[in-house]
């Protein structure tokens, strides 16, 4: 069965350092997002590709990268993880459909604590 | 900008009630709403997804609705039980145009507690 994958599920890292969160799905979405979901803010977009070699930045994209080369994946990069950063992060996909798009399908998440 | 609300935030029921959760959004246009379904630590599942052209959907004992011209959507359980019990979010999905296509705006969820 098709499906959406994330790595590691469990993260913890130290303030400065770099850390890439990992994005697989096996659907062949054109379409892959990120969010991060904080108690009190609920799930906010962070970058998001409609397909490869494209990114975009979401409303919380600071001291976040995305870049996509290939349909299946689409790695999160923290350059120089904060405590802010803190949070649990959620990869998304979906396909895009004639004149529209279909449901986003989630994968089961990634916890990061940044000490 | 998009702002997407869900009233009440925690909602405790006895088993058997039918009960409605309700989600509302600022911008009446967008291109379709989402439900989701929570369970703790785990990430989000799709319930339903209603197209702007539709009024309604269905699925088992849920049944979502959509008016745009009010901003406002509920999501309806028959007959609850306790694996019921979850968050369950709305999110609103911008049409495309502008560099936000397909983008989903997240209500911050409401915590259902079905109990036996």
């Known amino acids: 069965d098709a499906e959406i994958t994330q790595s590691p599920r469990h993260k913890i890292t130290e303030t400065g350092r770099q850390v890439t969160l990992a994005c697989h799905q096996t659907?062949?979405?054109?379409?892959m997002f990120w969010y991060r979901q904080d108690l009190g803010h609920g799930l906010r977009l962070i970058h998001y590709?409609?397909?490869?070699?494209?990114?975009n930045k979401g409303e919380v994209s600071d001291g976040y990268s995305v870049s996509r080369s290939n349909t299946e994946d689409l790695p999160l990069t923290l350059e120089s993880a904060a405590s802010s950063q803190t949070s649990v992060y959620f990869c998304?996909?979906?396909?895009?459909?004639?004149?529209?798009?279909?449901?986003?399908?989630f994968g089961p998440g990634t916890r990061l604590t940044v000490l | 900008k998009q702002e997407v609300t869900q009233i009440p935030a925690a909602l405790s029921v006895p088993e058997g009630e039918n009960l409605v959760l309700n989600c509302s959004f600022t911008?009446?246009?967008?291109?379709?709403l989402q439900w989701f379904r929570q369970d703790p630590g785990k990430g989000l599942t799709s319930l339903l997804l209603?197209?702007?052209?539709?009024r309604e959907q269905t699925s088992g004992r849920l049944n979502a609705s959509l008016d745009k011209s009010s901003g406002r959507s509920t999501l309806y359980i028959a007959a609850s039980q306790p694996g019921d019990s979850a968050t369950y979010l709305c999110?609103?999905?911008?049409?495309?145009?502008?560099?936000?296509?397909?983008?989903?705006?997240f209500g911050k969820g409401t915590l259902l507690t079905v109990n036996p």
């Open positions: 998304a996909s979906s396909r895009t459909v004639t004149g529209g798009t279909d449901t986003q399908y």
């Open positions: 659907w062949n979405h054109n379409n």
């Open positions: 590709s409609y397909g490869v070699q494209d990114t």
């Open positions: 911008d009446s246009a967008i291109y379709n």
């Open positions: 209603i197209q702007s052209s539709q």
């Open positions: 999110a609103a999905i911008s049409p495309p145009g502008g560099g936000s296509n397909y983008k989903l705006t």
